[in-house]
T-cell receptor, first 113, second 113 residues
Framework: NAGVTQTPKFRVLKTGQSMTLLCAQD?????MYWYRQDPGMGLRLIHY???????AKGEVPDGYNVSRLKKQNFLLGLESAAPSQTSVYFC????????????FGQGTRLTVV | AQKITQTQPGMFVQEKEAVTLDCTYD???????LFWYKQPSSGEMIFLIY??????QNATEGRYSLNFQKARKSANLVISASQLGDSAMYFC??????????FGKGTMLLVSP
């Protein structure tokens, strides 16, 4: 079972370059999320979506944009990468039922030099 | 705003012993949920256990149990009979609006033979 798949797994960017991280889930989940993980900080919410065509800002949205044109996909974009965006990025999805866990992708390790 | 506090940056335990990982939380919501995730060195996020604020019984999942003390706002994870494979980072998280998660900074558990 695929679950939540993130593409790519690793990427090195130069400052100022742009890129898009793709998250795909095959569980027909309504909710999708992007988190970043930095050493000693735990995971912090960047953006989230409660359904196709909807997005909302999380705790640390600056420098990122997202889109959810299809229910199964949630894209995270960096228009002009900065070294401060060096991090591990996790996508997650979950169904509408509140008492269920979120399913996480395997993570994308991004380095901005 | 919600807040999760994990005060133990690192914990050591010997194989086959029990260990408790601390988690305290702060929220003004009456209905909430608490999760524990495990992150091994390979990086993926693995769901362990869930406790709802209205659940009367402490949650248990195999060797994992959650010691939920609502009045003290604590949700400690207890791992019984530790195994070498339990060595990992452990995160406590709380469910917020639209089922977003607020994470603690994590506790690194090292199990020694």
């Amino acid at each position: 079972n695929a679950g939540v798949t993130q593409t790519p797994k690793f990427r090195v960017l130069k400052t100022g370059q742009s890129m898009t991280l793709l998250c795909a889930q095959d569980m027909n989940h309504e909710y999708m999320y992007w988190y970043r993980q930095d050493p000693g900080m735990g995971l912090r919410l960047i953006h989230y979506s409660v359904g196709e065509g909807t997005t909302a800002k999380g705790e640390v949205p600056d420098g990122y944009n997202v889109s959810r044109l299809k229910k199964q996909n949630f894209l995270l974009g960096l228009e002009s990468a900065a070294p401060s965006q060096t991090s591990v990025y996790f996508c997650a999805s979950r169904p509408l039922e509140p008492n269920t866990e979120a399913f996480f992708g395997q993570g994308t390790r991004l380095t901005v030099v | 705003a919600q807040k999760i506090t994990q005060t133990q940056p690192g914990m050591f335990v010997q194989e086959k012993e029990a260990v408790t990982l601390d988690c305290t939380y702060d929220t003004s919501d009456q209905s909430y949920g608490l999760f524990w995730y495990k992150q091994p060195s390979s990086g993926e996020m693995i769901f362990l256990i869930y406790q709802g604020s209205y659940d009367e019984q402490n949650a248990t999942e195999g060797r994992y149990s959650l010691n939920f003390q609502k009045a003290r706002k604590s949700a400690n994870l207890v791992i019984s009979a530790s195994q070498l494979g339990d060595s990992a980072m452990y995160f406590c998280a709380m469910r917020g609006g639209y089922s977003t998660l607020t994470f603690g900074k994590g506790t690194m558990l090292l199990v020694s033979p």
